[in-house]
Structures are given as C-alpha cells and as structure tokens.
C-alpha cells in the first residue's frame, strides 16, 4: 500500500495565475500519474511522472500548461498555469504499486475566478 | 489500452446483492481487471483485482469470464454507505509500470 498527501486540498485562484500542487508518498516509487477529474465526471489522466525523466504527457494535455517536476521518488508536483475557469477541477496524484493497484490522494480542488 | 464499457447507474437497495458488469473486447493477454469505489470528494480506493475466474475478498467478488471480455463485480448484501461510484479499469500486468485509463464508472444508489 502507499499514503499520499497531496497540498494543498483546496484552494480559489484567480484567471491568469499559476497554482503548483504537492504530491508526497509514503514509499519509493516508480511511477506516479496525475489525474484530472471535473465536476460529475470520470478522471482523466494528464500525464505520468517518472523520477529522472520528462514526464509524459497524454493527449490534450502539454507541459507549457501543466509542468510536473519528479525530484525523487517520493515527491511529485504538478503546476496549472496561466488558468481559466476551465481549469477548475480536482487533480489527483496516484501511485501504482501492483498489476492493477493505484494509491490516490485526497485530490486538490480548484477552483478559478 | 483496453477500453471498458459499463452501465451508467444502478439503484439498489439495502440487503441486495448488485452485480456491475464491465465490458472490454480488446482486453490483452497480459492484463488485468480492477475495480475502484469512490466516493464523493475523495480519490478513488482500491476494491478487487482479477486476471481470470473468481476472485474474491472481504468486499466483494469479481468474476471473469474464460475469453476475459467482460467481468462482474459483485457486492453482496449492499448498504447504503455502497452508494458510490464504480470503475472498472484494464490495464497492463506486468510489473508496476503503465498507466491506467478510467472509464465512465458507474454511480451506484442504494436506496433504504
């Protein structure tokens, strides 16, 4: 298993600013994705951060708008920049520790004026 | 990646058992089925995860068919603290590595 704190939970930002998410685990691992979910809807993945690398991005989805930084194998960022109301959303860090098994944090809410 | 196609609700109610069944035709030889619950303004948590057969835990049971082109998860004896949402996710096996697309999901509602 794996613990994942994310910071911060939630947060109100303005148009045209830049918000950059923590995501800390408890263990080492490999790799680590970043999900967006908006209202009412399924996640959707961004990107998955692999420590010593660039992260990869899934379609839709560019580094310019969501930069992700992997220091080490604990610890992973995700910034949102230059946000719209578009933006507003949770973003999930997980961690995929078996086959199948996925480890998510708490998610941080976005909300943009 | 595998898609996975599921219902998108279900209503319930307590002391049923539901069955969920998930659809994914272009499942991979080496991959594997999951099942998520999530709950309102929380990530999703892991439920039961199968290759083949029947798989089943303290929560719930997960059959999988001989060709692995669909699969059900069952919760027996639902409670109204069921009411969540249900992914279904298939994904790579082999190690820890690949990414795992999520569907649609399926908003279970289990009534008193």
């Known amino acids: 298993s794996a613990v994942i704190s994310q910071k911060p939970s939630r947060d109100i930002c303005q148009r045209g600013t830049s918000l950059t998410i923590q995501c800390q685990v408890d263990?080492?691992?490999?790799?680590m994705f970043w999900y967006r979910q908006q209202p009412g809807q399924s996640l959707t993945l961004i990107a998955t951060?692999?420590?010593?690398?660039?992260?990869?991005?899934e379609s839709g989805f560019v580094i310019d708008k969501f930069p992700i930084s992997r220091p080490n194998l604990t610890f992973s960022t995700l910034t949102v920049s230059n946000m719209s109301p578009e933006d507003s959303s949770i973003y999930l860090c997980?961690?995929?520790?078996?086959?199948?098994?996925?480890?998510f944090g708490e998610g941080s809410r976005l909300t943009v004026l | 990646l595998a898609k996975t196609t599921q219902p998108i609700s279900m209503d319930s109610y307590e002391g049923q058992e539901v069955n969920i069944t998930c659809s994914h035709n272009?499942?991979?030889?080496?991959?594997?089925i999951t099942w998520y619950q999530q709950f309102p303004s929380q990530g999703p948590r892991f439920i039961i995860q199968?290759?083949?057969t029947k798989v089943t835990n303290e929560v719930a049971s997960l059959f999988i068919p001989a060709d692995r082109k669909s699969s059900t998860l069952s919760l027996p004896r639902v409670s109204l603290s069921d009411t969540a949402v249900y992914y279904c996710?298939?994904?790579?096996?082999?190690?820890?590595?690949?990414?795992?697309?999520f569907g649609q999901g399926t908003t279970l509602q289990v009534k008193p």
């Open positions: 951060a692999n420590q010593g690398s660039e992260a990869t991005y």
């Open positions: 199968g290759y083949k």
């Open positions: 996710l298939v994904g790579v096996g082999s190690g820890n590595t690949g990414k795992l697309i």
């Open positions: 263990s080492q691992v490999t790799m």
């Open positions: 997980s961690v995929r520790t078996g086959p199948g098994e996925l480890f």
């Open positions: 272009n499942i991979a030889t080496n991959d594997y």
